[in-house]
């Protein structure tokens, strides 16, 4: 079995957010805790803006990212981990079985 080495930058996006391996895709996130609603606000800069009703307390935001990640991505939970970043408002999302392209797609709509 091989593994994967996912190194976190994209030059094709003009800073380091969003990358592309082999059905592999890592992304960028900046999580607002403790807003009034669950949602995906906007890419600025590469960095997806999500917002979040959970409070940053005992990883309580970091579960509700990845059920609204998988939610939209429709993927179970189990495809998308934090790989760096869970105890920051800046992540890094890893996503499996879906490509760069798709991943775009899904969370623009």
Excluded: C, F
């Excluded at 995906?40 to 990640?69: D, F, H, Q, S």
Aim: proline fraction near 4%.
């Amino acid at each position: 079995m091989q593994r994967w080495l996912v190194v976190l930058a994209d030059r094709e996006e003009t800073s380091k957010s969003l990358k592309d391996v082999p059905k592999k895709t890592t992304i960028d996130v900046k999580v607002l805790p403790r807003s009034s609603k669950d949602e995906i606000v906007e890419k600025k800069g590469g960095v997806y803006k999500i917002k979040l009703t959970a409070p940053a307390i005992e990883g309580k935001a970091n579960k509700a990212l990845l059920k609204l990640l998988a939610k939209k991505l429709g993927l179970p939970k189990r495809e998308i981990r934090i790989i760096s970043g869970e105890r920051s408002r800046m992540k890094s999302i890893r996503i499996d079985r879906l490509t760069l392209e798709q991943v775009k797609k899904l969370l623009q709509g």
